[in-house]
């Protein structure tokens, strides 16, 4: 069964602090995996996008990597601000489908207190 | 932001009422999505199009129907809403180009049904 875990559930760490949210997949064919950020009542909007080839990328302030081999995936935010407070959702799309079909995780629920 | 609008964001119902929840696109996408998600939770597919006169279901069951008869716009539609069909409801569309699917959102409708 295609899954998308992702740890912690919630994180609650102080402005200027870095973090790191994980997630493991067991999405086959895998195509690629993108970080979405989601902002309390809004869509996702995404972050960072990985293909298999791929084993680290950066956006600013946000740094993704992924082992294909171990179908990890982590997001390390640095130098954390009080707008990075938002779930941040981990996202597969598998290749075996003209759908590109996308699965989600459940999400990790950030707060950045000042 | 992508171009894709959702109409209304928030909506408060009574039970037995007949919904339809608007949603468009200017990009030029062929394929459309709605995700049912709740507080905390992970997002759901429910309904997907990939592209005019094409509907399917998805893996959560709904008893909501959609409709494409032109590729921007994918309305949702309730016939009689109940308090369960309360949930926040988002739609997406996508390309993809090469290995890659990125899925763009829609803000959100909020509905609450009483």
């Known amino acids: 069964k295609n899954q998308v875990e992702q740890s912690p559930q919630s994180l609650i760490i102080l402005e200027g602090k870095n973090c790191t949210l994980q997630?493991?997949?067991?999405?086959?064919?895998?195509?690629?995996l993108r970080w979405y950020k989601q902002d309390t009542g809004r869509g996702p909007v995404s972050l960072t996008i990985?293909?298999?080839?791929?084993n680290t990328k950066s956006n600013g302030r946000y740094t993704a990597t992924l082992d294909a081999d171990t179908k990890q995936s982590s997001l390390h935010i640095t130098a954390s601000q009080l707008s990075d407070s938002a779930s941040y959702i981990c996202?597969?799309?598998?290749?075996?489908?003209?759908?590109?079909?996308?699965?989600f995780g459940r999400g990790t629920q950030l707060t950045v207190w000042p | 932001e992508a171009d894709i609008y959702q109409t209304p964001r928030y909506l408060v119902i009574g039970t037995g009422k007949k919904i339809t929840l608007e949603c468009s696109q200017t990009m030029g996408h062929d394929k459309m999505y709605w995700y049912q998600q709740d507080p905390g939770m992970e997002l759901h597919l429910i309904h997907y199009s990939y592209g005019v006169n094409s509907t399917e279901k998805g893996d959560l069951s709904s008893e909501s129907t959609v409709s494409r008869i032109r590729t921007e716009h994918f309305p949702l539609t309730l016939e009689s809403a109940r308090p369960s069909h309360t949930s926040q409801y988002l739609c997406a569309s996508s390309e993809t180009q090469g290995s890659s699917t990125e899925a763009f959102f829609g803000q959100g409708t909020r509905l609450t049904v009483v």
């Open positions: 997630c493991n997949y067991t999405v086959s064919p895998f195509s690629n």
């Open positions: 990985m293909t298999f080839s791929e």
């Open positions: 996202v597969v799309s598998d290749r075996g489908s003209t759908l590109g079909r996308l699965y």
